[in-house]
């Protein structure tokens, strides 16, 4: 599986952006895909995922604020975030699992200025 992921750049706070990640090679094999990032000096961290039956896991910081959402046709998922603050500037990496592994994209960089 290959993720391509698109959609990062610089925002003011409050501002939004959406990030899109294309899936190809196995997707059938794929059962979920999400988001992760990681700002400088920290872990990376889970911010959603999404499986093919549209179940949902967002972290708490960012319910409200962002939104995920997959189009299981077209093996993409996106990631629409709004009223963005500076603590969500990351590193973001598109993720997919399956019975095959794990798979990463990446990473698209935010940056959320104040």
């Known amino acids: 599986v290959q993720l391509q992921a698109s959609g990062g750049g610089l925002v003011q706070a409050g501002g939004s952006l959406r990030l899109s990640c294309v899936a190809s090679?196995?997707?059938?094999?794929?059962?979920?895909m999400g988001w992760y990032r990681q700002a400088p000096g920290k872990e990376r961290e889970l911010v959603a995922t999404?499986?093919?039956?549209?179940?949902?896991n967002i972290r708490d910081s960012v319910k409200g604020r962002f939104t995920i959402s997959s189009d299981n046709d077209k093996n993409t998922v996106y990631l629409q975030m709004d009223s963005l603050k500076p603590e969500d500037t990351a590193v973001y990496y598109c993720?997919?699992?399956?019975?095959?592994?794990?798979?990463w994209g990446q990473g698209t960089l935010v940056t959320v200025s104040s």
């Open positions: 993720q997919a699992s399956g019975w095959i592994g794990d798979f």
């Open positions: 090679g196995s997707t059938g094999s794929i059962s979920s």
């Open positions: 999404i499986t093919r039956d549209s179940i949902i």
